[in-house]
């Protein structure tokens, strides 16, 4: 059995480096000290490092994007401190990363008790992402990590909407899909959600979501934000009918709010060997019968 934890994360201003460095220990000591494991923060978590910048330089979308890039590297060792003085696996959001080849990159690292894992970069870009900001999809594809229970891998919100990206992380052995998620409606909350379920429906694999909330009318990227945090597990044997583990009752909080909710991995696993159907197993018979 494992403890996860995931943010309904509030876009608040923390205008230095020390104010958003005690934020983010107190958040996450919160979230530890009620014995969460793994801790998921949304897409886009990271961009709040903006509210560091002057004001113009805050509400210019793609000079914020630049401004934040000298924090970036302070933000790595501040997470990856905490994932270790807290013996958990954090992943922190997402934020844009200058890549070498001058191309801006949503990135999220994965963080452990041993230090940092590695990265996934958003593979498929909104149209928001992909026209106004220019920011673009990832060059490595997809991996998976490896934890203390197992293996774990993360879909970058629009990602979960696209079956194959979840099937490429279950054939790598992924038990537990992390889904960090920024909307900015209701619709685009219900979009990543019903992904997220499908996806987990599909592999068999357990999704957790996590999402910004709040308005932020300092950002010229991140000003209204609308979602939910659940935990998502196939509907069968030892796992609830609607296939809802937990979820966040309120769907913008004006704080942030950590849901937790523990998770059987042993009993997810029988269900791919014992349950009343074969999602997994069955994948390929849909290219023979089409």
Request: charged share 20%; net charge negative.
């Given at each position: 059995?494992?403890?996860?934890?995931?943010?309904?994360?509030?876009?608040?201003?923390?205008?230095?480096?020390?104010a958003?460095?005690?934020?983010?220990?107190?958040?996450?000591?919160?979230?530890?000290?009620?014995?969460?494991?793994?801790?998921?923060?949304?897409?886009?978590?990271g961009?709040?490092?903006?509210?560091?910048?002057?004001?113009?330089?805050?509400?210019?979308?793609?000079a914020?994007?630049?401004?934040?890039?000298?924090?970036?590297?302070?933000?790595?060792?501040?997470?990856?401190?905490?994932?270790?003085?807290?013996?958990?696996?954090?992943?922190?959001?997402?934020?844009?990363?200058?890549?070498?080849?001058?191309?801006?990159?949503?990135?999220?690292?994965?963080?452990?008790?041993?230090?940092?894992?590695?990265?996934?970069?958003?593979?498929?870009?909104?149209?928001?992402?992909?026209?106004?900001?220019?920011?673009?999809?990832?060059?490595?594809?997809?991996?998976?990590?490896?934890?203390?229970?197992?293996?774990?891998?993360?879909?970058?919100?629009?990602?979960?909407e696209?079956?194959?990206?979840?099937?490429?992380?279950a054939?790598?052995?992924?038990?537990?899909i992390?889904?960090?998620?920024?909307?900015?409606?209701?619709a685009?909350?219900?979009?990543?959600r019903?992904?997220?379920?499908?996806?987990?429906?599909?592999?068999?694999?357990?999704?957790?979501?996590?999402?910004?909330?709040g308005r932020?009318?300092?950002?010229?990227?991140?000003?209204?934000?609308?979602?939910?945090?659940?935990?998502?597990?196939?509907?069968?044997?030892?796992?609830p009918?609607?296939?809802?583990?937990?979820?966040s009752?309120?769907?913008?909080?004006?704080?942030?709010?950590?849901?937790?909710?523990?998770?059987?991995?042993?009993?997810?696993?029988?269900?791919?060997d014992?349950?009343?159907?074969?999602?997994?197993?069955d994948?390929?018979?849909?290219?023979?019968?089409?």
């Amino acid at each position: 059995m494992i403890r996860l934890a995931a943010c309904q994360y509030a876009i608040d201003h923390w205008p230095s480096w020390a104010a958003y460095a005690t934020h983010l220990t107190e958040l996450c000591e919160t979230a530890a000290a009620q014995g969460a494991q793994v801790l998921l923060l949304p897409e886009y978590a990271g961009l709040v490092l903006s509210a560091q910048l002057p004001a113009a330089q805050c509400a210019d979308l793609h000079a914020s994007l630049a401004g934040i890039q000298p924090l970036v590297p302070r933000w790595r060792a501040l997470c990856e401190q905490l994932a270790r003085r807290l013996g958990v696996y954090l992943q922190p959001g997402s934020l844009p990363v200058l890549d070498d080849d001058g191309r801006y990159r949503n990135r999220a690292w994965l963080f452990g008790p041993d230090g940092e894992l590695g990265h996934q970069d958003k593979l498929i870009m909104t149209r928001f992402e992909r026209e106004v900001w220019g920011v673009h999809g990832g060059r490595e594809g997809l991996r998976s990590f490896d934890t203390a229970f197992g293996r774990v891998g993360i879909l970058v919100c629009y990602d979960n909407e696209f079956p194959l990206l979840a099937r490429t992380l279950a054939e790598q052995g992924a038990d537990l899909i992390l889904a960090p998620s920024c909307t900015d409606t209701e619709a685009g909350y219900y979009r990543v959600r019903i992904g997220a379920q499908a996806r987990a429906l599909e592999n068999q694999v357990a999704v957790l979501q996590s999402a910004t909330v709040g308005r932020a009318n300092w950002s010229a990227a991140l000003d209204e934000n609308i979602g939910r945090a659940g935990l998502y597990v196939p509907p069968d044997y030892g796992q609830p009918a609607n296939g809802v583990v937990a979820e966040s009752t309120e769907l913008c909080p004006a704080s942030s709010q950590w849901l937790f909710a523990d998770l059987e991995l042993a009993a997810l696993r029988r269900v791919r060997d014992e349950g009343q159907v074969f999602t997994r197993r069955d994948w390929p018979l849909q290219w023979e019968v089409l």
